[in-house]
């Protein structure tokens, strides 16, 4: 008996000690156990777990900073688990399906994934209420509905069904209204121009006579430039400018139509109930930090790149739709909600939420950073 | 040699499972140990060491959502380590000394505290910069600022002669300007009333002609209903409200004092160095989502509150303060900068990094959440 005992403790703990203690180290003397050595197996597994997770994202994997949540993720969890719990990234670059990342971790093939919840609107429509709407919250609103609203129960709810649950992922804040080869006066203006333009807001525009498509990103600026489209809407400066966009449509629109673009972590929900329950709270912080870090990162890049478009590229017109036009472009966000609505009793309940969500939290925005530029910008 | 190895072993193991390998559970044995008995023992060590923190903080550990970083703090370093680390909190209901935190960290007496950085500026004038200054950075601007900008760097320069590792800690955004007695009509209205108003803001208000005065939280409804002071200011709606001051103070002004008031986390260094490096970063990573909470928290909660006030109590009056006297207030600011700067080197340094930070940031800040409300408010 002592001898089996010292060959399955020695056993255990060279496992212990050379490999981290796998998923299935002990197979083999399972029968002989002894109490203390199940205990102690218990232990070992739930503290030195070696687990690795591949996560696909939608983005090539060097595209900051939408894809730089999923590098601090992996960076994060990895540290705090000693390396014991990692997770490998692949970019668009790697699977070649940057749409399929859904599908991907849905079917197990990826553990994890990152990407914009709105890209699967034609899946579910109410996926769209985890990215942004059109004349939709702010990123502050948003992050509040999400974790002190029912955002997050909603989320839960949409993403059931494929055996998925999603996570907030990082947020863009207010994206730019695009680039446009001409300027946009009245609402005549819009009718028949081609724009790339994705999403719900691609309906909106369409109900105004635009003629919208999607185009890939590689190949935006060439169809930009040689006139296959008129205008196209991407992020905001930080990212923008890179894409030289500027050289070939001056004027650059405020934006609208995405107010708070919120990327997402999506679990597979089997994948996540196997990790160990330190893990699964290990995942989930990370999920949070890296979210909230890329908001800053994109707004350190943008700054920077805003300052340096007005100097180096004074050409470029910076404008606002004008307020009839927005007007249309508002009125036709509405018809398109209640067209939505009245098709889906789910997404009827979640646009009314939103609604009141979003009118006291507007009241609230008005006294915080808004009111306290309006008050001060003109102070010397 | 066996039977040695064996109770070694079983030491080890016995202590794994039931003390979950505290600080110090095999040194009588340390002299006989084999070679694979150290490495178990390192392995155990790192991976169920089993640490007690204690946190002081400045508040009731129940004053929501300032406290709330702490119990999230708690709970998710908890969670992240199966109840392995675990930090008791010590509201100022325990310990009794609301602005004693620096000193009990630097002293170790508590391992970690939770504050707000400007309380010290009687200690350092350059703690000042981590929470917030009038006329400052937005919460955004602010958290660019620190992660992406110099900020960091700062703060660990500031708060090193403490030997304190000192992390943003969870944000207010714009605070309100304060209750007030009696219409603020003209720069001459301020003279001669008395106000609590801490900080930098309180210096600024004393040039103005303000009585200045500080008061704990405690005694201020009664004193401003008796009249010992004319007003006050503390944070927004969401904790106000509580307090009861609209009934004795109807006008309630905008905010210019605190634009994006940070609490601290502030660690004990040499404490910290000792954690295992797991856990140093599940700490830095639960700081870092725990603060993030607090922003949403207290947005959510003074969106609710601010809806209440408009109809339970109907007889509280916006207003901002009239740009001239803004401006007295903008210029008395730069003045009390200057002086500083003019006394301290550091100051200045910071003082000019933070203006050139956020020369280029708020550009960027009126395109994005401002210049988006700013567009859309109008529209139905």
Known sequence: M????????SFLLVGLVFTGCGDKPTNETKQSAAPVKQEAKQVAKKETKKVVWKLAMTWPSTLTPLASPTHNLAKMVSDMTDGNFKIELHGKEKHKAALGILDFVKNKQYEIGHSGSYYWKGKDINTIW???VPFGMTMKEQYSWFYYGDGMKYMNKVYDRFGILNFPGGNTGVQMGGWFKKEIKTADDLKGIKMRIPGL??????????SVTNIPAGELYTSLDRGTIDALEWVGPGMDIKMGFHKVAPYYYTGWHEPASEMQFMVNKKAFEKLPKAYQNILI??????ASDMYYENFHASSEAWAKM??????????????????????ATTEVFNKYASENKLFKEIYINQQAYIKKARAWSKMGEYGYIQTTDSLK
Not at 285 to 290: E, G, L, V, W, Y
Not at 310 to 331: A, C, G, L, R, Y
């Open 130 to 132: 985890f990215t942004t």
């Open 285 to 290: 912080t990370a999920m949070k930090a890296s």
């Open 2 to 9: 002592k001898k089996i005992y010292l060959m399955v403790i």
């Open 310 to 331: 007005k100097t180096e590229f004074p050409d470029i017109k910076v404008k606002s739709f004008p307020q009839p036009v927005m007007q249309k472009m508002k009125d």
């Open 201 to 210: 807001a691609g309906e909106v525009m369409a109900k105004l006579g635009v």
